[in-house]
């Protein structure tokens, strides 16, 4: 499982919605539910299943689901 698939994994339990389908693009608008109680739900999982950390700084540039994707790559070096 690629880290997308993995990443979708997690929102889909985050969310509990199995039918939510990210993609780099998506952002918070676009997924219901996803709230600042949740994001903030979602970071520690993916950090979690992981196995990383974010910085306060990294977390304020995430614009949409790719930015995530990106950091977590380059952390978990994949």
């Known amino acids: 499982m690629d880290v997308m698939e993995q990443l979708n994994a ?3 339990q985050v ?8 993609a ?3 952002t918070a608008n676009d997924i219901d539910g996803w709230d600042s ?7 520690v999982a993916v ?3 992981f196995g ?3 910085s306060q700084k ?3 540039t995430f614009k949409n689901v790719g930015d995530l994707l990106s950091c977590i790559k380059s952390k978990a070096g994949k």
């Open 10 to 12: 997690i929102f889909c």
């Open 15 to 22: 969310f509990d919605d199995d039918d939510i389908r990210i």
């Open 52 to 54: 990383i950390r974010f």
């Open 58 to 60: 990294e977390l304020l």
């Open 37 to 43: 109680l949740s994001h903030v739900n979602l970071i």
């Open 24 to 26: 780099p693009e998506k």
């Open 47 to 49: 950090e979690a299943h």
